[in-house]
């Protein structure tokens, strides 16, 4: 008996050391599903060839017919206003067509070109990209044929009178091709000028897009020079219909009162083009790309124009796309020229400043880490309730804006640098659980040692026990053991 009562002892003990373990693994035990961040941010990262960033289109001034004809004349403190806003990048669309000679040899108007001088030392003063392209040059698309000699002689005089200029300063071969311009005949002619560029300009910036308008859909007829200073452009107004409402140079102009929602219809519609151009540049020897266009008319409602030009900017960002706005201070403008003032929804829209969010615990793992847009909503939380003797309490450093998700997981509103901790408090439960289990193991085993015990009283002890932690919902595994002793014992 004496040697039954001592192996009962150190089973109990034993078993009470087994609970306890498996007591705390269980407490221990979090759901441990991962959370998706909600912004997948690449941009910075990218290492972009191209230097570029973000960028604005000063368009409406120098491919007028003269500057000044569409209501933009470009004043020298613009490029200090972008720079400032935080831009880095300028494109200047200029028609050269319409100053220079119609017959050979082509000569450009030197007034036009100090004109450009001017402009163009401006805007590197500011130490902006600065981008210069043939734009509305439409004879060229009726009859490339007849234009193409005059093309390639612009071509050799501005980058003749360029070529000593800073490298931030990169040519883009022509807005837009369409029309008779056809693949064939405009990556015939973008060969040629390239190599006419590149006897003055060896390692310059070319920027050349397909046809189509710069379409991402012609991506797939442009065929890109052996060079490595070469970027790939395409412009994006999708969906058309929204973008260009009530443009008047479009014939029959779509009708006013579209808006964009960002209905996940409408997110795919533009993240699926966007695709295909990283899909083609990835199958090009990654050529870097330039989202060279992208705006959304004033006549469409401003909401809709900021949703869309947020969501298509970031979009072009997680893919390391380069983008410029289209455009700076006139019927897209981000800018009032009037007021002397940046539209802020737009500007925000594009340049919203970043804030870095923390989110700190002391136990398990925090998500949500990270650099955010400014009025941006992003996803935080930890990925366990419980950990050890602690259970999760709440988050300390919430804001008005912000909002409980589920009991782990809160969205929070980006309005500034925001530092989240996870407050934690003590499970008093659990260890006086265990406490209790090692003292009626020792009570018990004590009993049995001085034989105060008898087999029929603690069956009765046992029935108490078991019936007292019917009551603890973390007691169980105590319960099965009490009633597996009472079977070994009889
Ligand atoms: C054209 C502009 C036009 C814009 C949007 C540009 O390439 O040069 O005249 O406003 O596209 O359609």
């Not at 925000?348 to 847009?373: C, M, P, Q, R």
Request: hydrophobic residues 40%; glycine residues 6%; aromatic residues 14%.
């Amino acid at each position: 008996m004496a040697l039954f009562e001592k192996k009962l002892e150190t089973y109990i003990l034993l078993s009470s050391l087994l609970f306890s373990a498996i007591f705390y693994s269980i407490s221990m035990r979090g759901d441990n599903e991962q959370m998706q961040l909600a912004y997948d941010y690449r941009f910075e990262e990218a290492v972009l060839e191209s230097k570029m960033h973000r960028g604005i289109n000063i368009g409406n001034a120098l491919e007028a017919p003269k500057e000044g004809d569409w209501g933009v004349y470009i004043r020298d403190e613009y490029f200090r206003i972008i720079r400032e806003a935080g831009f880095d990048t300028v494109r200047i669309p200029i028609r050269w067509s319409a100053h220079a000679e119609k017959n050979p040899p082509y000569r450009i108007d030197e007034d036009f070109f100090n004109r450009v001088d001017w402009v163009v030392s401006k805007s590197l003063e500011q130490n902006l990209i600065t981008i210069i392209n043939i734009h509305h040059y439409e004879e060229i698309m009726q009859d490339p044929s007849g234009h193409s000699d005059r093309f390639k002689a612009l071509w050799s005089q501005i980058s003749e009178h360029y070529k000593d200029y800073s490298e931030k300063l990169y040519f883009e071969l022509l807005n837009e091709p369409y029309g008779e311009l056809t693949d064939e005949k405009w990556n015939m002619l973008i060969r040629e000028t390239v190599e006419i560029i590149r006897r003055t300009n060896p390692i310059r910036k070319i920027i050349i897009g397909p046809t189509g308008w710069n379409s991402v859909y012609n991506l797939k007829g442009l065929v890109i020079p052996e060079d490595e200073n070469i970027i790939v452009t395409f412009h994006f107004y999708t969906p058309f219909e929204f973008t260009h409402q009530g443009a008047e140079w479009v014939s029959p102009s779509p009708a006013v009162g579209r808006k964009w929602l960002g209905t996940e219809a409408e997110k795919k519609q533009i993240t699926e083009e966007l695709d295909m151009a990283v899909q083609w540049a990835a199958q090009h020897g990654d050529v870097p790309l330039f989202m060279g266009e992208f705006g959304a008319y004033s006549k469409a409602d401003m909401h809709s124009r900021v949703r869309w030009t947020r969501f298509v900017a970031r979009e072009a960002e997680k893919r390391g796309i380069a983008w410029c706005y289209w455009e700076f201070c006139a019927g897209f403008g981000a800018y009032d020229q009037d007021k002397g003032e940046w539209r802020t929804e737009l500007l925000n829209a594009l340049i919203s400043e970043k804030h870095y969010v923390t989110v700190e615990t002391e136990y398990g793992n925090a998500f949500g880490t990270g650099w955010y847009d400014e009025g941006s909503y992003v996803l935080i939380g930890i990925n366990t309730t419980s950990w050890g003797f602690y259970v999760f309490d709440h988050f300390e450093g919430l804001g008005p804006r912000d909002r409980m998700i589920d009991e782990r997981t809160v969205e929070i509103y980006v309005d500034g640098l925001r530092m989240i901790k996870a407050v934690w408090r003590i499970d008093y439960v659990k260890p006086l659980a265990i406490a209790l289990v090692f003292f009626v193991a020792f009570v018990v085993a004590i009993l049995y040692k001085r034989r105060v015990l008898k087999l029929g009283e603690h069956l009765i002890l046992g029935m108490k026990f078991f019936t007292h932690l019917q009551n603890q919902p973390a007691c169980d595994f105590i319960q099965i053991r009490i009633t597996d002793i009472q079977c070994r014992m009889s």
